[in-house]
């Protein structure tokens, strides 16, 4: 059973620093892109950043370039997100996801992912 749960996530001050982490598990995930999601009360979810199986490439909402940055260690089937210069428009509930698409680019819609954990909150106050 696939499954990834997210940890991370907390209040934080505007200008502060978070680190999200998504541990994944029951599936090759090594061979997958995985992403990071996020969805603020009353919006739409959106993309935040995601990387390849093979960490090459990484890929980031305009709205955070800069500012996050996704990686990943494949020993631990783990992939993070590190949050720094965070803004209150940065506030919304995180969730990892993973397609089933080995050696692929990772998609940015939502829709083609095939997993997704539980979600962690973050909240920054201005």
């Known amino acids: 059973q696939v499954q990834l749960v997210e940890s991370g996530g907390g209040l934080v001050q505007a200008g502060g620093s978070l680190r999200l982490s998504c541990a994944a598990s029951?599936?090759?995930?090594?061979?997958?892109?995985m992403a990071w999601f996020r969805q603020a009360p009353g919006k739409e979810r959106e993309f935040v950043a995601a990387?390849?199986?093979?960490?090459?490439?990484?890929y980031y909402a305009d709205s955070v370039k800069g500012r996050f940055t996704i990686s990943r260690d494949s020993a631990k089937n783990t992939v993070y997100l590190q949050m720094n210069s965070l803004k209150p428009e940065d506030t919304a509930v995180y969730y990892c996801?993973?397609?089933?698409?080995?050696?692929?680019?990772?998609?940015?819609?939502?829709?083609?992912?095939?997993?997704w954990g539980q979600g962690t909150q973050v909240t920054v106050s201005s």
């Open positions: 029951g599936g090759a995930f090594n061979r997958h892109p």
């Open positions: 990387i390849t199986w093979n960490s090459d490439r990484t």
């Open positions: 996801a993973s397609v089933y698409r080995p050696f692929s680019i990772p998609p940015v819609k939502s829709q083609e992912y095939n997993y």
